[in-house]
Structures are given as structure tokens and as C-alpha cells.
């Protein structure tokens, strides 16, 4: 199973990036997701959350700005990101609960994808 992220990038402060989080490989099923990012210096942080039902939670730093989605036949979770502020600035990383076919029985764990970066100019 592999997770892929894109969709960084420079951007004015202001503006908007769509990342997205492609899950690969012999996969079963998908449960959870979430972005989280990683700013220079500092530790990672959670941005979102989404379950496979679609309820979706929020950082308090992203609310109003940040939407997270899914469409589930592309194995896809993308971020809508308005607005963005120079304090966005960070690597963003996708985690997913993924069940795969391992072997003679299903297993369970957990995804990270790649980083990919955001970097807001003021």
C-alpha cells in the first residue's frame, strides 16, 4: 500500500492549493484519513480528519479556510486550502487506516504518504 501526496507549492498569501492523497496497492478498504503538517523547527501537527462515513474534524488554525474530501472509487482525499496564511507554510502529509490483503488474511494499519510542501509568501 502506498500513499502519494501532491499538490504543493508557492503561493501569495491569500491564495489557494488543492492537495491530494492517492492510495495504491491491494487494498481492501479505506477508514480514516487526515492531513497533517510539519513546519521547520516545529513538530507535526494535525490539520484534518475525514472517516469514511465523511464526518470531518478540523484544526482550529484551519477552520473556515481548510476543506478536506474524499471520493472513495478514486481512493483519493484531497485539501481545499483558502485563503492561505505565511504561518501554512509546511509540509503537508496524508495518513490513511487502510485494510489491505496481506497475505491469507486482511490486515489493518496505518499510511503516510510523502511530504509535500506549502510554502505562503506574505
Known amino acids: 500500500v502506498q500513499l502519494q501526496a501532491s499538490g504543493g507549492g508557492l503561493v501569495q498569501a491569500g491564495g489557494s492549493l488543492r492537495l491530494s492523497c492517492a492510495a495504491s496497492?491491494?487494498?481492501?478498504?479505506?477508514?480514516?484519513m487526515g492531513w497533517y503538517r510539519q513546519a521547520p523547527g516545529k513538530e507535526r501537527e494535525l490539520v484534518g480528519t475525514i472517516t469514511s462515513g465523511g464526518r470531518r474534524n478540523y484544526a482550529d488554525s484551519v477552520k473556515g479556510r481548510f476543506t478536506i474530501s474524499r471520493d472513495g472509487a478514486k481512493k483519493t482525499m484531497y485539501l481545499q486550502m483558502n485563503n492561505l496564511k505565511p504561518e501554512d507554510t509546511a509540509a503537508y502529509y496524508c495518513n490513511a487506516r487502510v485494510t489491505y490483503y496481506g497475505g491469507s488474511y486482511p490486515a489493518t494499519d496505518d499510511f503516510w504518504g510523502q511530504g509535500t510542501q506549502v510554502t505562503v509568501s506574505s
Open positions: 496497492g491491494s487494498i481492501f478498504s479505506i477508514d480514516g
